[in-house]
């Protein structure tokens, strides 16, 4: 079992920048991908980032490339996404997610992930 534990939403001006954090605990993570969704009010789970752990290549949503970095700790089984140039669009919550299953075609697809962290709020004032 794997727990995920998010850290460092906000409330931001936008243009302003927030790091969210991502621990996972319960044992050393060594699955396929640890990634980040976010799903805003009256709209659908939205890929945001996602980083293969094997070699550390991440992917970004075309809404956030340019804008938002994942990256990773390995030595602290954490995954860190940082936000620059914020939006008022980019409110919503936040879900950390780690993956077992394997497959770079599906690492934004939220089914590959198969443990999800309690979310954390980002809201960008305009």
């Known amino acids: 079992q794997v727990q995920l534990v998010e850290s460092g939403g906000g409330l931001v001006q936008a243009g302003g920048s927030l790091r969210l954090s991502c621990a996972a605990s319960?044992?050393?993570?060594?699955?396929?991908?640890m990634g980040w969704f976010r799903q805003a009010p009256g709209k659908e789970r939205e890929f945001v980032a996602a980083i293969r752990w094997s070699d550390g290549n991440s992917f970004h949503g075309d809404s956030v490339k340019g804008r938002f970095t994942i990256s990773r700790d390995n030595a602290k089984n954490t995954v860190y996404l940082q936000m620059n140039s914020l939006k008022a669009e980019d409110t919503a919550v936040y879900s950390c997610?780690?993956?077992?299953?394997?497959?770079?075609?599906?690492?934004?697809?939220?089914?590959?992930?198969?443990?999800w962290g309690q979310g954390a709020q980002v809201t960008v004032s305009s």
């Open positions: 319960g044992r050393t993570f060594n699955g396929y991908a």
């Open positions: 997610a780690a993956s077992y299953r394997g497959g770079t075609s599906l690492i934004g697809k939220a089914y590959l992930y198969d443990y």
